[in-house]
């Protein structure tokens, strides 16, 4: 979507506003530097060793079987 390199807030203002349901990220300190429960959106956050496809690729049955649930505002923290 070209916004790589983007910051934290400006992420998480332009996934709102391109009216994203949930953000997947890697970042496990998101949650102590963004007001997340007021966003329209749901943050996954993915705690892998990495956030390359090889990480991040075992926890999706996790992450597919907890989206029907997630409402905006909400963070889950999703493990191996």
Same mark, same amino acid.
């Given at each position: 979507?070209?916004?790589?390199?983007?910051? #934290?807030?400006?992420? &998480?203002?332009?996934?709102?506003?391109?009216?994203?349901?949930? &953000?997947? *990220?890697?970042?496990? #300190?998101? *949650?102590?530097?963004?007001?997340?429960?007021?966003?329209?959106?749901?943050?996954?956050?993915?705690?892998?060793?990495?956030?390359?496809?090889?990480?991040?690729?075992? &926890?999706?049955?996790? /992450?597919?079987?907890?989206?029907? *649930? &997630?409402?905006?505002?909400?963070? /889950?923290? /999703?493990?191996?």
């Amino acid at each position: 979507m070209g916004w790589s390199g983007t910051q #934290n807030g400006a992420l &998480l203002r332009m996934a709102a506003d391109d009216r994203f349901d949930v &953000l997947p *990220t890697g970042d496990r #300190n998101l *949650t102590f530097q963004q007001p997340l429960k007021a966003l329209p959106l749901a943050v996954v956050v993915m705690e892998t060793a990495g956030t390359e496809l090889r990480d991040t690729m075992p &926890l999706m049955p996790k /992450v597919l079987a907890i989206l029907p *649930t &997630l409402k905006p505002g909400q963070v /889950v923290r /999703v493990c191996p």
